[in-house]
């Protein structure tokens, strides 16, 4: 039996390290420090969430914050020209976030944690703006919150979906098309050979009606 290698697994979904910063809690006993964690977590498809943990070790907080981000995932909109449907202004604490949907070939016009965000996400051509704030934090749950408040989301989120399988139709059957045609050429040789094995039945001629006697 061959060895489980970890390093050929393909991630679905992709972790994105924002920041870790060290908190301090002030208790009867003392002080107490701690470190928390941003992770964002997104599989470049449509879903993306973001999580936050505080623990006294960093690597115990990175991991616990990025299974809180598995837990609440969900499925943003996003148009034909991988951009957002329409443009919206969104405030989370001190900051607000206006997101602005652009053309093909734009690009993403974005900074900071908010850039991070929307490549996450899907997405290709969106122009934003940050106002008030520049923490990482609040700029990220800013533009998810953005995200999450659009109306009519379900229609924009199937069509997402619809594209996610047929992409994975599309490179299933890559793999399956020259089994397909062998077995089809196959059928079709069996099929001919069958047609010349059966026997050509002999047609006996027809004698010409008597003439009636005069």
């Not at 069996?190 to 003439?211: C, D, F, G, L, Y």
Request: proline content about 5%; aromatic content about 8%; some cysteine.
């Amino acid at each position: 039996m061959r060895p489980w290698n970890k390093d050929k697994v393909k991630k679905e979904f992709d972790e994105l390290l924002l920041e870790v910063r060290r908190v301090t809690r002030v208790t009867t006993g003392g002080r107490k420090m701690s470190f928390r964690a941003t992770v964002l977590v997104g599989n470049k498809k449509g879903k993306i969430w973001i999580g936050v943990s505080k623990w006294p070790d960093v690597s115990a907080a990175v991991s616990k914050a990025s299974r809180e981000a598995y837990k609440a995932m969900f499925i943003v909109p996003i148009t034909g020209n991988q951009t957002v449907p329409y443009p919206t202004t969104t405030k989370y604490k001190a900051c607000m976030i206006k997101l602005l949907p652009a053309t093909a070939g734009t690009g993403l016009k974005a900074w900071s944690s908010v850039r991070a965000v929307l490549e996450l996400a899907w997405f290709e051509n969106v122009l934003s703006k940050i106002m008030w704030s520049n923490n990482k934090l609040n700029n990220a749950m800013a533009s998810i919150k953005a995200l999450s408040s659009y109306k009519h989301a379900d229609h924009f989120n199937k069509r997402v979906v619809e594209k996610v399988k047929r992409e994975d139709t599309v490179e299933k059957e890559e793999g399956t098309k020259e089994v397909a045609t062998v077995v089809k050429e196959i059928q079709a040789k069996q099929v001919a050979v069958e047609e010349t094995k059966k026997p050509v039945e002999k047609k006996t001629p027809t004698k010409p009606a008597a003439k009636p006697a005069k």
